[in-house]
């Protein structure tokens, strides 16, 4: 960092296993890429190009080029393998992550209805080649499934060979792990954790209040996702300390009592 302070929560050093951020790409042009990791690239460790953008954004190669050289992992969006897979194209999907080297990948069923074995059975698949990270919860309101799925479904698929997996928000961050006012089901994410390692889940959380919520729940290495471009910075600072919502977090009492 630029200059020291104290009582800063320590961040393990790129690359990492927690306090993961990761940046939905959304269709960033390649200069917009470079610029962003300019800014942005020594706080960010996944860039997922969000939901089918990579079948239309240009320069595609060039932007998984920069995102490597900068040491950011990069995968396509769950509902892009999703696509694939409704078509019958397994496949065809596996030819498309080899030609464009891609070494991660997301195995989700938010959008179709696949048999938790099925699903399970393609995450091994990919895992033997990948790294894999799986998305769990419906991208559609008023889907309600029990937490003991949701840990369930977590668990076999960790075992099945995901690194990490994605508790579902969508991009709005209104669905999966939150009410439709985006405030998080509180009960279903203790349920989740009392079952599965914190470090084992990446929580999308879109919005501020949300990343808020998290990091007061698990601290600043808790893995956060569907992070905007331009909010990765402002993430880091939530993190840290080194903003209103969280800057008494990591001070100990004795200072706090002075100024509260």
């Known amino acids: ?42 706080l960010t460790d996944l ?36 696509a694939f897979i409704v078509r019958g194209m397994f496949d065809d999907y596996c030819r498309l992550l080899d030609k464009y080297n891609m070494e991660t990948c ?10 938790p074995e ?26 309600f499934i029990s937490s003991s799925k949701w840990i369930s479904m977590m668990q076999n698929e960790l075992e099945a060979g995901s690194w990490k997996v994605i508790a579902e928000a969508r991009e709005s961050g209104t669905v999966g792990i939150y ?3 985006g405030t998080a089901h ?12 914190v470090e084992n889940i ?7 209040a949300q990343q808020v919520w998290f990091i007061k729940q698990f601290g600043a290495n808790v893995n956060l996702g569907n992070i ?6 402002p993430l880091e600072c939530l993190r840290l300390g080194l903003r209103g919502d969280t800057f008494f977090d990591n001070l100990p009492e004795e200072l706090i009592s002075k100024f509260k």
């Open 1 to 42: 960092m630029n200059f020291e302070l104290s009582h800063i929560p320590k961040r393990d050093e790129k690359p990492r296993e927690k306090g993961l951020t990761m940046m939905m790409d959304k269709g960033l042009s390649w200069r917009q890429t470079e610029n962003f990791i300019d800014s942005s690239a020594h």
């Open 47 to 82: 860039v997922k190009f969000g939901f089918g953008t990579s079948y239309v954004t240009k320069d595609l190669k060039k932007k998984l080029f920069l995102y490597k050289e900068a040491g950011i992992k990069t995968y396509f969006g769950g509902t892009l393998f999703e």
């Open 106 to 115: 997301e195995v989700s069923d938010g959008s179709i209805v696949l048999p």
């Open 118 to 143: 099925e699903k399970c059975n393609y995450i091994s698949k990919l895992a033997k080649n990948y790294t894999v990270l799986s998305e769990v919860g419906s991208k559609e309101e008023g889907i």
């Open 179 to 181: 009410r439709p006012n």
């Open 186 to 197: 509180v009960a279903l994410v203790n349920k989740i954790i009392s079952n599965v390692k």
């Open 202 to 208: 990446l929580w999308e959380a879109p919005k501020k």
């Open 228 to 233: 905007s471009y331009n909010e990765v910075i």
